[in-house]
């Protein structure tokens, strides 16, 4: 038996459809898990199973991180690590994280997508690229389904340790025999390629400085032969570019496409040093790319130069990335920070509010090479997420309520709808108990920080 959702009399409904429109005193109506109707609140059926009264709210298509390492929820702020750049904060963290179990691999990734869901995320890539212990990729999968969020599964991987010239300990590597038959078993495990899907598998070697150029390539027929997409870091800070090319003579760029890591299927994460010809490249291409800007920021990666990648073509999405480097995982602040920082590197013009919701949206969607999620109209997916605008943070700002969403406070939200399943309400999640969680996310990083401390 189907069931209906009616949001109705918010104050700006924002579509992110074609003619992006913003419709005052908007309505949707949701049937099962789709979108059925959009438009004025007078224009939609009245009746319906669930009617949300979305008076002072502002509603709008749901978030999409399309980069994250949720397992680091369990290391934020770890004084050794807090101000160094990418590689010293990465060989801080190695030996730490080679002491994951399962148990901190699930609830940690439950952390951070309860997280992500406050904050409007309705969709979330997550990269987990380290295995000890007998942790598989099959604890977050299990995770991100008790909670309902939409997910794409990255199953990273690192195949070339010190002893062969990388970054990671050799005891967190595995061997490229392995990686390539465990992500085979997830793909036919769990990838669905339907319409409206909830879960989906990427894979996704962890960067050039901890796996071969064989395992690159071998893992983009993988990926091709399947149909999943591809995805990992690259170009992410000047050390990263310089190990490009004293090991392979080319720029990250080069490399990628030397792999065969360039398409509409593939994304990379950063790519803040990626010069003038790569964004060319990845513009011809599709290829996508994840913007961290709070990770960059917070590592000293530098400004990635997103509005020259848009307007080249480039397709650009956000990302909160781990939260060690981060150490947030609120996709609206995000959101903000990708605005902010483009004015400080190109400009006050470099990047509006609304332009900063549209890679938040529509954006994230084309990088995850999804048409179904990303927009507020007939036929999409029912992600939606409402926000209150009776705050303080947002007092003397509803001139223009879209702008004051990513000008003001990053808020959480009211109300979000995932699949066509309330999972926020009220400002609480519905699908676990935050409180048990934090305590158990709290006992479980105390032992992971112990556990490095005594040599485990």
């Known amino acids: 038996m189907s069931k209906t959702i009616l949001i109705r009399h918010a104050r700006v409904l924002?579509?992110?459809?074609?003619?992006?429109?913003?419709?005052?005193?908007?309505?949707l109506f949701i049937r099962d898990n789709v979108i059925e109707q959009v438009g004025s609140s007078a224009e939609l059926p009245q009746d319906a199973d669930e009617i949300i009264d979305a008076t002072d709210h502002i509603v709008l298509p749901g978030l999409i991180n399309t980069h994250h390492h949720m397992y680091q929820s369990l290391t934020r702020v770890i004084p050794e690590a807090q101000n160094v750049e990418l590689f010293s904060w990465l060989t801080n963290?190695?030996?730490i994280w080679a002491n994951l179990t399962?148990?901190?691999?699930?609830?940690?990734?439950?952390?951070?997508?309860?997280?992500?869901?406050?904050?409007?995320?309705?969709?979330?890539?997550?990269?987990?690229?380290?295995?000890?212990?007998?942790?598989?990729?099959?604890?977050s999968i299990e995770a991100a389904q008790q909670i309902g969020m939409r997910f794409h599964a990255a199953r990273g991987s690192m195949s070339v340790g010190q002893s062969q010239g990388g970054l990671p300990p050799d005891r967190v590597v595995e061997s490229e025999a392995a990686i390539l038959k465990d992500t085979q078993r997830l793909i036919e495990t769990y990838h669905d390629a339907s319409r409206y899907a909830m879960q989906r598998i990427v894979v996704a070697p962890c960067s050039p400085f901890s796996v071969s150029r064989d395992l690159m390539r071998e893992s983009a027929t993988l990926a091709r032969n399947y149909g999943v997409?591809?995805?990992?870091?690259?170009?992410?800070?000047?050390?990263?570019?310089?190990?490009?090319?004293?090991?392979?003579?080319?720029?990250?760029?080069?490399?990628?496409?030397?792999?065969?890591?360039?398409?509409?299927?593939?994304?990379?994460?950063?790519?803040?040093?990626?010069?003038?010809?790569?964004?060319?490249?990845?513009?011809?291409?599709?290829?996508?790319?994840?913007?961290?800007?709070c990770s960059n920021m917070r590592l000293a990666s530098g400004i990635a130069p997103i509005r020259k990648m848009i307007d080249a073509g480039v397709a650009v999405g956000l990302g909160v990335d781990g939260s060690a480097s981060n150490d947030a995982a609120h996709l609206l602040a995000e959101?903000?920070?990708?605005?902010?920082?483009?004015?400080?590197?190109?400009?006050?013009?470099?990047?509006?509010?609304?332009?900063?919701?549209?890679?938040?949206?529509?954006?994230?969607?084309?990088?995850?090479?999804?048409?179904?999620?990303?927009?507020?109209?007939p036929g999409m997916a029912a992600d939606v997420v409402l926000f209150d605008l009776r705050q303080i943070?947002?007092?003397?700002?509803?001139?223009?309520?879209?702008?004051?969403?990513?000008?003001c406070t990053p808020a959480n939200v009211a109300t979000s709808i995932i699949n066509g399943r309330i999972v926020v309400r009220d400002g609480?999640?519905?699908?676990?108990?935050?409180?048990?969680?934090i305590e158990q996310h709290q006992r479980l990083a105390q032992e992971l920080a112990t556990a490095a401390r005594h040599g485990g």
């Open 102 to 139: 399962p148990e901190m691999v699930r609830i940690s990734t439950q952390t951070a997508m309860t997280e992500l869901m406050l904050s409007g995320c309705t969709t979330s890539s997550d990269h987990l690229y380290i295995y000890p212990n007998g942790c598989k990729l099959d604890d």
């Open 393 to 407: 943070a947002f007092a003397g700002a509803l001139h223009d309520p879209v702008a004051a969403l990513v000008f």
């Open 428 to 437: 609480h999640c519905t699908t676990v108990e935050t409180g048990v969680l």
């Open 335 to 377: 959101t903000r920070q990708a605005m902010l920082l483009q004015r400080v590197g190109f400009g006050p013009e470099a990047m509006s509010a609304r332009q900063a919701l549209e890679i938040a949206t529509l954006g994230g969607a084309k990088v995850l090479n999804r048409d179904d999620i990303g927009a507020l109209k």
């Open 229 to 293: 997409s591809l995805h990992t870091h690259l170009a992410e800070n000047t050390n990263d570019v310089a190990y490009s090319r004293e090991k392979f003579n080319m720029t990250p760029a080069e490399y990628a496409e030397d792999c065969g890591w360039v398409g509409h299927d593939v994304w990379h994460a950063h790519c803040v040093q990626l010069d003038d010809e790569g964004i060319y490249l990845f513009a011809r291409t599709g290829t996508g790319i994840a913007h961290c800007p």
């Open 93 to 95: 963290l190695y030996p």
């Open 14 to 27: 924002v579509t992110m459809d074609d003619a992006r429109r913003e419709i005052a005193d908007g309505a």
